[in-house]
T-cell receptor, first 113, second 113 residues
Framework: GENVEQHPSTLSVQEGDSAVIKCTYS??????FPWYKQELGKRPQLIID?????GEKKDQRIAVTLNKTAKHFSLHITETQPEDSAVYFC????????????FGTGTQLKVEL | DGGITQSPKYLFRKEGQNVTLSCEQN?????MYWYRQDPGQGLRLIYY???????QKGDIAEGYSVSREKKESFPLTVTSAQKNPTAFYLC????????????FGEGSRLTVL
């Protein structure tokens, strides 16, 4: 089955700096790579996703890059703000196959003032 | 107001007792999922269902059971066979294969004493 590794497990940045979270996956059949944000005490919510037919996708301060050859994808947050503090999960899966996602172990991002 | 409702939010049980967690959605989604969240381990898939009266085991199904008698409901039973049941359980739904986005409930925290 799919195996997703996520690094780092914790990340602390100063407000205004950039943050990068990296994930690798093992199953070359995976074609869908979402990122979820979970604020303390709240439910995970999708913040951005990318499919295997593109290499990069941006949404305001958030971007995701995908390298299918190397089987890794990354989340980039620019101009970080205190409200970006949360746990971020990457995931990988195959759409059309029951949407069965395998999640990474999460990254606790702390944005310090 | 559309969404996913999990109950109860907190549950305490004695060892050896079965317990059922409720998950109801009014999003008219075909697919529903149960995940277990433990510190440092991300989200692990227990069971998922793509359609009424059908469900499949996820990565950690042992000691759990589910049913999908109605489109809106996907209850999870944690049986006495589950060796380490204390955890945070998240239910999710999606609009069928190919769409991708998971919509999560607020979770149920089970503590076995």
């Amino acid at each position: 089955g799919e195996n997703v590794e996520q690094h780092p497990s914790t990340l602390s940045v100063q407000e205004g700096d950039s943050a990068v979270i990296k994930c690798t996956y093992s199953d070359s059949a995976s074609n869908y790579f979402p990122w979820y944000k979970q604020e303390l005490g709240k439910r995970p919510q999708l913040i951005i996703d990318i499919r295997s037919n593109v290499g990069e996708k941006k949404d305001q301060r958030i971007a995701v890059t995908l390298n299918k050859t190397a089987k890794h994808f990354s989340l980039h947050i620019t101009e970080t703000q205190p409200e970006d503090s949360a746990v971020y999960f990457c995931a990988a899966g195959v759409t059309g196959g029951g949407n069965k996602l395998t999640f990474g172990t999460g990254t606790q991002l702390k944005v310090e003032l | 107001d559309g969404g996913i409702t999990q109950s109860p939010k907190y549950l305490f049980r004695k060892e050896g007792q079965n317990v059922t967690l409720s998950c109801e959605q009014n999003l008219n989604h075909d697919a529903m999922y149960w995940y277990r969240q433990d510190p440092g381990q991300g989200l692990r898939l227990i069971y998922y269902s793509q359609i009424v009266n059908d469900f499949q085991k996820g990565d950690i199904a042992e000691g759990y059971s589910v049913s999908r008698e109605k489109k809106e409901s996907f209850p999870l039973t944690v049986t006495s066979a589950q060796k380490n049941p204390t955890a945070f359980y998240l239910c999710a739904s999606s609009d069928g294969p190919g769409t991708g986005e998971l919509f999560f409930g607020e979770g149920s925290r089970l503590t076995v004493l």
